[in-house]
T-cell receptor
Framework: QKEVEQNSGPLSVPEGAIASLNCTYSDRGSQSFFWYRQYSGKSPELIMFIYSNGDKEDGRFTAQLNKASQYVSLLIRDSQPSDSATYLCAVNTESNFGNEKLTFGTGTRLTIIP | DVKVTQSSRYLVKRTGEKVFLECVQDMDHENMFWYRQDPGLGLRLIYFSYDVKMKEKGDIPEGYSVSREKKERFSLILESASTNQTSMYLC?????????????FGSGTQLSVL
């Protein structure tokens, strides 16, 4: 079983609509959850992080966390063509020696249709 | 402006060659990471380091080694390059362990092994 799972997409959303991206994780001990955005040919950049159950909002972005269901999601409101990118879910997991490391999902490719 | 610099953007090597990928960060970060990114497989952790001369294997360390002699520099070594190591290699750093801070990524090295 993969540690962090995402639907690879592509996910197509009309401009102005809400894009919903989902991620599940297997390690119940994980405490920190991140969403990175990666434009084609570029490096990932952090857009949201969430540590507590519930919702966290930042502008047009909302991260949602449900630890009981081991589920984290990202909502993008009023989607813009500039939101077209691959979105990577990342979760902290524990290494064999007790150090923390960040494990990424395979990413969801999002396309906003004008 | 914070910076993670990878020595080469594109690299072409032959099978069996010893390959060095260099990464330097100017943010005085304790933590440094090497990932590889392949289509459909996402970002996979190769090795990481939380301190000078300290290293730990990630999820796919086979065929790789690392060196961290100075805090700002983290090198990835392919002892004998093989074609299945053709990939995009991303270096990242972050400021502390335990309470996760943002990962800063370099611009990546696209390695082709012929």
């Amino acid at each position: 079983q993969k540690e962090v799972e995402q639907n690879s997409g592509p996910l197509s959303v009309p401009e102005g609509a809400i894009a919903s991206l989902n991620c599940t994780y297997s390690d119940r001990g994980s405490q920190s959850f991140f969403w990175y955005r990666q434009y084609s040919g570029k490096s990932p950049e952090l857009i949201m992080f969430i540590y507590s159950n519930g919702d966290k909002e930042d502008g047009r972005f909302t991260a949602q966390l449900n630890k009981a269901s081991q589920y984290v999601s990202l909502l993008i409101r009023d989607s813009q063509p500039s939101d077209s990118a691959t979105y990577l879910c990342a979760v902290n997991t524990e290494s064999n020696f007790g150090n923390e490391k960040l494990t990424f999902g395979t990413g969801t490719r999002l396309t906003i249709i004008p | 402006d914070v910076k993670v610099t990878q020595s080469s953007r594109y690299l072409v090597k032959r099978t069996g060659e010893k390959v060095f990928l260099e990464c330097v960060q100017d943010m005085d970060h304790e933590n440094m990471f090497w990932y590889r990114q392949d289509p459909g497989l996402g970002l996979r952790l190769i090795y990481f380091s939380y301190d000078v001369k300290m290293k730990e294997k990630g999820d796919i360390p086979e065929g790789y080694s690392v060196s961290r002699e100075k805090k700002e520099r983290f090198s990835l070594i392919l002892e004998s390059a093989s074609t299945n190591q053709t990939s995009m290699y991303l270096c990242a750093s972050s400021s502390r362990q335990g309470a996760w801070e943002k990962l800063f990524f370099g611009s990546g090295t696209q390695l082709s092994v012929l």
